[in-house]
Each structure stands twice: as C-alpha cells, then as structure tokens.
C-alpha cells in the first residue's frame, strides 16, 4: 500500500506571513489514465472536513487564491501566501491514485 | 441546497452491529461515487470504503473488510454502511462525501462502541 507523510505536523505561523505543507507518497501518483489524484483538504476545529485543492493544483469553487497546491510525482506542496486567522485548523493531504485511498496524518495549523 | 445528511450513530457494545445512512440532495447522486470516511476522536481522517455509481465495485480499508457492507439506493437517493462485529477502534465520527475524491462532506455522525 501506498504511505503518505506530510511535513511539518505542527506549523505555528505568524498572520499575514506564508506558510507551506509538504506531502510525500512513496508510490508515484500518476494513475494510468495520466492524471495525478493528490488533494488537499482543510478541517477548521468542530468542523467537517472541506476540499481545497483536487488533482494537485486545481482549486475548488469558493477557495481564497492564496492557497495553491504543486508538485508532481510524490512529492507535493500546499501554500498559503498570507495566512488569515480563519485559516487555524488541520491539513490532510489525500491520494485518490491508488487503492486503498489514504489520507496523510494532518498538518496542523495554529496562531504563534 | 447541495448537501449530504449522515444518521443512525449511536452508542453500540462491542461486537454488535449499526447501520448508517447518507441522505444526499441537490444533486444527481446516481452520477457520483460515494465514500464513508471515518475520524476517532482526536485523530485524523481515515477512508473506510467506496462505491461505484452503479454499486458494481466496492472498495474498502483493510480494518474494515469481512465486517462493514457499503451500499446505495439511487432511487432514494441514499448511501449506507452496515458495520457488524463493531470493535472499540471503529468508534469515530463517520462522514459520507461525495465521489473518490470528497468534494462534498456530510456534518457526520458519531459511532461509539464501548461496553
């Protein structure tokens, strides 16, 4: 089976400064079909979660544009360019590739 | 309104059985796959199984198999997850979302299996 690590676990950042989360598969991604299913989702505290990013860097309806996802392969990177109180929660990467799908430990987010 | 309505969690003992459903609207739901995806409490997000539009393919998490049954009704427009021989480890909260790659999640509903 696939694992996926994401890195840092814990990330305090400071508002209105970037923040990055890297997300790592120990398979290749690419699905035969050529697409790469590596998403991103956001879990704010007591709340369901929501999808950010889909196929690695495509944004969903609704998501500010600072968040942007990249990368390729197994090795993956979701940014915020400025971060916002509102963005306080937990990161979980998520391969869609391979079967079983698997989501990675979370990167959790917080206010220094 | 596009949304996913999860019911039927509840306190269980362990080896007994539940069944959940997803009330899914707004949407065409026999277009999509559907997927459960479960949280224990103070953890992270954890699939548990898939279906296909058709309910012709199923998959699921190695934990679950031989005990959980996922299924459709397209004509009511439901999903379900019928979890047998329940251990204290499936106690989570348990989302239904919408196709392989979750766009849309349901607010969840919480199993606990204690004794």
């Known amino acids: 089976d696939v694992v996926m690590t994401q890195s840092p676990l814990s990330l305090p950042v400071t508002l209105g400064q970037p923040a990055s989360i890297s997300c790592r598969s120990s398979?290749?991604?690419?699905?035969?079909?050529?697409?790469?299913?590596l998403n991103w989702f956001q879990q704010r505290p007591g709340q369901s979660p929501r999808r950010l990013i889909y196929?690695?860097?495509n944004r969903d309806s609704g998501v500010p544009d600072r968040f942007s996802g990249s990368g390729s392969g197994t090795d993956f990177t979701l940014k915020i360019s400025r971060v916002e109180a509102e963005d306080v929660g937990v990161y979980y990467c998520m391969q869609g590739t391979h079967w079983p799908l698997l989501f990675g430990p979370g990167t959790k987010v917080d206010i220094k | 309104e596009v949304q996913l309505v999860e019911s039927g969690g509840g306190l269980v003992q362990p080896g007994g059985s539940l069944r959940l459903s997803c009330a899914a609207s707004?949407?065409?739901?026999?277009?999509?796959?559907m997927s459960w995806v479960r949280q224990a409490p103070g953890k992270g997000l954890e699939w548990v199984a898939n279906i296909k539009q058709d309910g012709s393919e199923k998959y699921y998490v190695d934990s679950v198999k031989g005990r959980f049954t996922i299924s459709r009704d397209n004509a009511k427009n439901s999903l379900y997850l019928q979890m047998n021989s329940l251990r204290a480890e499936d106690t989570a909260v348990y989302y239904c979302a919408r196709g392989t790659s979750c766009l849309l999640w349901g607010q969840g509903t919480l199993v606990t299996v204690s004794s």
């Open positions: 398979q290749s991604l690419v699905h035969s079909d050529g697409n790469t299913y």
């Open positions: 196929k690695v860097s």
């Open positions: 707004g949407f065409t739901f026999s277009s999509y796959w």
